[in-house]
């Protein structure tokens, strides 16, 4: 019975990645810690592994579509992969009761900014290239549409990657729902290609993350991961799938409600 409760929670771990880009790994932990039994940070630790595999998976997925820019979405990695071992140490700093209460917060937090972004259309559509003349954003567009890649633009997109990792090293997220809104706003990308992208970075964190936890000497269930990781991937080409059919907006109300409600039972566990 504990198989099929692994399985179907790590489905929808992997089908929230797949429908939004991010954020699925949001409900890793509570599912682990609540419905399976592990321990706080060893459910992180198992997130981690997760979500990354799971990303690595639709990643390469998208990449054969051409919906991730690889340039980009390094330099995002590159200082999310700095930004995990930071996040580990906050967390092996704090106690267990008060981690999971910052990150029921984190929760509430992710749900009221995505149901206030659901209200601006713009959010959802691709930006287009800005003029050399145009004072606007610090990342730009050519005319062919590709990014230049300039100083100020790879600073700004680093810092948000840093920002991205240390909350995966602390809480197991992979950080998507960082990446997603700031690769549409800042760097002018569609939001399919933005999920894309996404992926490749979540991928590189929790890799940092899973090593971090391991130089850590923190114990990771193989046989729950490996379970957990199975359903994720099954779960993640079900919602890749539901994707190109369900309009931005309504994606992320639905996103925003269940990520509230699990955050509301997570905070009350947490304070009783």
Known sequence: MMIVITLLAG??????LGLTGGGGAIFAVPLLVYLIGLPTREAVGVSLLTVG???????LYRARK????????????????????????IADAVPENILIVLFSILMIAIAGRMAWKAKTP????????HRD?????????????KLRMTSPCAILLAVVGLGAGVLTGMFGVGGGFIIVPALVT???????R???????????VSLSGVVSQIAGGRNLSVEIASLFTLGSVLGLFAGTALATRLAGPVL??????????????????ALS
Do not use: H, N, W
Not at 53 to 59: A, C, D, K, N, Y
């Open 186 to 192: 800042f760097a002018g990308m569609g939001m399919q």
């Open 66 to 89: 051409g919906q991730v820019e690889i340039l980009t979405g390094v330099v995002f990695a590159l200082a999310g992969m700095i930004g995990a071992p930071i996040g580990s140490k």
């Open 53 to 59: 595999s799971t990303s690595l998976v639709g990643f």
């Open 194 to 204: 933005a999920i894309g992208t996404s992926l490749l970075v979540i991928t590189l």
């Open 133 to 145: 003349d145009d004072p606007g954003p610090t990342c730009k567009r050519d005319p062919e549409g």
């Open 122 to 129: 713009s959010s959802q559509l691709p930006i287009l290239p």
């Open 252 to 269: 992320q109300r639905l996103f925003a409600a269940a990520i509230l409600a699990v955050a509301c039972l997570v905070l009350y566990q």
């Open 11 to 16: 489905s929808l771990v992997g089908f929230s």
